[in-house]
């Protein structure tokens, strides 16, 4: 959803649940995305290892879940953030990981999807309430 009459929080879910992380990525280095959002990102925070490695490169992926969290965590006072939030959230940050495997050589595809689920556990492990 968007257009001039959605809420920060409608255009925020849409870009998380609603559309391709390809079209997050291109609506998050437009010059004219959406000023009410929070479109920082910090890359993957996990210590050592970061948002890439030989076998996979998670950046736009952490990207999404970033905002995801950063924006339907906080617009509205944060009234839509609650367990099943977070863990729709990381479901999405799961699938768009392993969607960038289905890129990865055979070899690397294996461990890339390995990579994933590990960051996965820890973003369900540690990553907020």
């Given at each position: 959803?968007?257009?001039p009459?959605?809420?920060?929080?409608?255009v925020a879910?849409?870009l998380?649940?609603?559309k391709?992380?390809?079209?997050?990525?291109?609506t998050?280095?437009?010059?004219r995305?959406?000023?009410r959002l929070?479109w920082?990102?910090?890359?993957?925070?996990?210590?050592?290892?970061e948002?890439?490695?030989?076998?996979f490169?998670?950046t736009?992926a952490?990207?999404?879940h970033?905002?995801?969290?950063?924006?339907?965590?906080?617009?509205?006072?944060g009234?839509?953030?609650?367990?099943?939030?977070?863990?729709?959230?990381?479901?999405v940050?799961?699938?768009?990981?392993?969607?960038?495997?289905?890129?990865?050589?055979?070899?690397?595809?294996?461990a890339c999807?390995?990579?994933?689920?590990?960051?996965?556990?820890?973003v369900?492990?540690?990553g907020?309430p």
């Amino acid at each position: 959803m968007s257009g001039p009459s959605a809420s920060a929080l409608q255009v925020a879910e849409s870009l998380v649940f609603e559309k391709s992380l390809a079209v997050f990525i291109r609506t998050a280095a437009s010059p004219r995305r959406d000023d009410r959002l929070d479109w920082s990102s910090d890359g993957c925070s996990a210590p050592v290892i970061e948002s890439t490695g030989r076998s996979f490169d998670f950046t736009e992926a952490c990207r999404r879940h970033d905002f995801g969290y950063r924006n339907i965590g906080t617009l509205e006072g944060g009234r839509r953030w609650t367990a099943a939030m977070r863990s729709r959230i990381d479901e999405v940050f799961r699938r768009d990981m392993r969607t960038h495997c289905t890129t990865r050589g055979k070899v690397a595809r294996v461990a890339c999807r390995t990579w994933a689920e590990v960051y996965y556990r820890v973003v369900r492990a540690h990553g907020g309430p």
